[in-house]
């Protein structure tokens, strides 16, 4: 299973979470769930992408996220939500237990939202 995880700023479109995902998802194969922080997931922008992809749209408890230790290290997502990167814990959350890194954070262009790929390869959709 491949998962992408998605953190993104409160002026963040559509357009800018999907920027991100396909900066992180490049030549690789297209992921079967998008993930972020529960919270996060009831906004219509997050919704809108997963229901345009037609894959569900998962929501990540803050207590989950803030026991991944990331790659990447952003201080106001640290300070925000306990992990590093919210878009590398959502998507390793997401994936599952053996889950690994294929793609780890890229931002958008407009710099309002960040993607991450994790793969399970034990896991199926």
Known sequence: MRVA????????????LRDALLRAIG????????????AKSYAPV???LAAALSIPGIGISAS??????TPTQ???IQD????????EAAALAAAGPQARLV?????SGDTMATAAIA????TDT
Do not use: C, K, M, Y
């Open 5 to 16: 995880g998605i953190g993104f700023r409160g002026a963040a479109t559509t357009a800018s």
């Open 27 to 38: 030549d690789g194969p297209p992921v079967q769930a998008l993930a972020t922080e529960r």
């Open 46 to 48: 997050f919704r809108d």
């Open 64 to 69: 989950d996220l803030a026991e991944i230790i």
């Open 74 to 76: 952003s201080q106001r």
């Open 80 to 87: 925000r939500f306990g992990t590093g990167s919210l878009a």
């Open 103 to 107: 793609a780890v954070r890229v931002v």
């Open 119 to 122: 793969e399970n390869e034990g």
